[in-house]
């Protein structure tokens, strides 16, 4: 299931009938999936996290917390729609949240868009970033994935590896690449978040 987050992302926007070669419309999306009534905004301590799936009366429903940033909030409907995709699929893999993360990515960024906007405007992580209305580090991921170019992306938290088979090397050794050139390596500081670097291949 892991591998299949393109398809489901291709699915969702399909059931939906909107047009994959415009950036999502998250809301719209719930809209055309859930029903008109399915996303709530409720007060930041009700829930535990930005986001939440729950099932009231047999009708799945989004509840997002209050006060987000308009780019995490198209994040987290995205999140949290995929799992609602995946739960009714039956899916239960325990790495769910990973590949609600990957499917939510690919209905923000579908490939088909990235692919048309990589011609026109051309491969600016702040660009397309803007253009998508999502993160720069939600954009390289996709870039890495869409085009198979290998990518990593070195967090405080975590490295993240796209792309296609590369000889990175472990954690450590990728996260002291961020400091120093390496031929062969593309280094990118992010915009939007200073403390991230995208290495490219």
């Known amino acids: 299931m892991t591998n299949d987050f393109e398809w489901i ?14 950036p999502a419309k998250p809301v719209a999306l719930v809209r055309a999936l859930l029903g008109p009534g399915a996303l709530f905004s409720v007060h930041a301590r009700s829930l535990p996290g930005d986001g939440s799936l729950a099932v009231v009366n047999g009708q799945p429903r989004i509840y ?20 609602w995709w995946l739960w009714q699929s039956g899916v239960r893999d325990e790495q769910i949240e990973g590949v609600a993360d990957a499917v939510a990515a ?5 490939r088909r868009a990235v692919r048309a906007a990589l011609k026109s405007a051309g491969p600016s992580y702040t660009g397309l ?3 998508f209305g999502t993160t720069e580090s939600c954009i390289a991921m996709r870039l890495a994935e869409v085009t198979g170019r290998p990518m990593a992306l070195v967090a405080p938290a ?3 590896v796209r792309g296609e088979d590369y000889a990175w090397p472990e ?7 961020r400091w120093t050139r390496r031929a062969g390596l593309e280094r990118t500081k992010l915009h939007d978040d200073r403390r991230r670097v995208v290495l490219s291949a």
Do not use: F, N
């Open 106 to 110: 690919a209905v923000l960024a579908p």
């Open 129 to 131: 970033a803007e253009h």
């Open 64 to 83: 997002i917390r209050q006060g987000l940033s308009p780019i995490r909030r198209r994040w987290v409907i995205c999140h949290e729609l995929a799992e």
């Open 9 to 22: 992302a291709d699915e969702v926007l399909r059931l939906a009938d909107v047009d994959e070669m415009a």
């Open 171 to 177: 954690e450590g050794q990728i996260r002291s690449l």
């Open 158 to 160: 975590k490295v993240r």
